[in-house]
Nanobody
């Protein structure tokens, strides 16, 4: 199955920006980003179809985060702007073997990356 590797996390002050990347080992259809804060469940952040059509954004990130993809490079991106302390968490890239999107709720048969940490102070 496809391998996913995230990068781009870090520590920033509130109001700052980060750009996350997820490199896939092969072609993927709908892909998505999730995040998980300590002591909380993993939640969907955004999904994007194979054609670059955004399928959903979590209400908490609308207007601040932008999901995009570069199919030529099998790479998924998440631009995080106007970051808030409540955005802190581990951010995961996800994909699936079928035609469905991995979000908005995490599914047991999603493919997952190892995660990249985002800390906002």
């Amino acid at each position: 199955h496809v391998q996913l590797v995230e990068s781009g996390g870090g520590s920033v002050e509130a109001g700052g920006s980060l750009r996350l990347s997820c490199a896939a080992s092969g072609y993927t259809r709908c892909m998505g980003w999730f995040r998980q804060a300590p002591g909380k469940e993993r939640e969907g952040v955004a999904d994007i179809g194979s054609g670059g059509d955004v399928r959903f954004y979590a209400d908490s990130v609308k207007g601040r985060f932008t999901v995009s993809r570069d199919n030529a490079k099998n790479t998924l991106f998440l631009q995080l702007n106007s970051l808030k302390p409540e955005d802190t968490g581990m951010y995961y890239c996800a994909a699936r073997a079928d035609q469905w999107c991995p979000g908005p709720r995490p599914q047991n048969d999603n493919y997952w990356g190892q995660g990249t940490q985002v800390t906002v102070s």
